[in-house]
């Protein structure tokens, strides 16, 4: 049982460059999400999906770019890296949220730095 | 506004018992998480709480009030093992993906 996984786990690059952050699960889960997670803030979403070619923002999208052809991978595209996208990176999954109740599931995440 | 208050740092004693509050304020409120997250790792689920009152898991127990915008995480018997971050998380109502998160409260557990 995989679950979710994030790759690559640990990544250094450049300002200007682009960066893309993988996430696959294996739950056949319909919603999945991209979180940010700095000193100081609580998770911040970035975007989320809430099936294949669904696409949404959520509080802190600019700078990013999502995609979702197929149900269990959701790719983060950073376009151009800034020293403030320097974070940690989690891609979370839920089979559904209009129960609420439903647990939302992270992967290990992605570390970032952009010198 | 939307907002979710949370001590940032607590300090134990193994085998006492700790309680760690959240307040918050959403617009619309439809059920509250609290997540543990040990050091360079992913959150895991602890519990969720919808309806007043409090829900017993183990060591591990949660209290919702929902006219006081109150929460807490309880966690008896502590062991070393339960030096984390915990994370404590609300439902907007009015938006179908939005959860607002707390900065999370470090525990530290000393022998």
């Known amino acids: 049982d995989a679950g979710i996984t994030q790759s690559p786990r640990y990544k250094i690059t450049e300002t200007g460059r682009q960066v893309t952050l993988m996430c696959h699960q294996t739950?056949?889960?319909?919603?999945m999400f991209w979180y940010r997670q700095d000193l100081g803030h609580g998770l911040r979403l970035i975007y989320y999906?809430?099936?294949?070619?669904?696409?949404d923002k959520g509080e802190v999208p600019d700078g990013y770019v999502v995609s979702r052809s197929k149900t269990e991978n959701f790719p983060l595209t950073l376009e151009s890296a800034t020293r403030s996208q320097t974070s940690v990176y989690f891609c979370?999954?839920?089979?559904?949220?209009?129960?609420?109740?439903?647990?939302?599931?992270f992967g290990e995440g992605s570390w970032l730095t952009v010198v | 506004g939307q907002n979710i208050d949370q001590p940032t740092e607590m300090t134990a004693t193994e085998g006492a018992i700790v309680q760690i509050n959240c307040t918050y304020q959403?617009?619309?409120?439809?059920?509250l998480f609290w997540y543990q997250q040990h050091a360079g790792e992913a959150p895991t689920f602890l519990s969720y709480?919808?309806l007043d009152g409090l829900e017993e898991k183990g060591r591990f127990s949660s209290f919702l009030s929902r006219s006081k915008g109150y929460s807490y995480l309880l966690l008896k018997e502590l062991q070393m093992k339960d030096s984390a971050s915990y994370l404590c998380?609300?439902?907007?109502?009015?938006?179908?993906?939005?959860?607002?998160w707390g900065a999370g409260t470090k525990l530290i557990i000393k022998p």
């Open positions: 979370a999954s839920s089979e559904s949220i209009s129960d609420s109740g439903n647990t939302i599931y």
């Open positions: 739950w056949s889960h319909s919603y």
């Open positions: 999906s809430a099936a294949a070619d669904i696409t």
């Open positions: 959403t617009s619309g409120f439809n059920g």
């Open positions: 709480n919808v």
């Open positions: 998380a609300a439902w907007r109502l009015d938006s179908n993906y939005q959860l607002i």
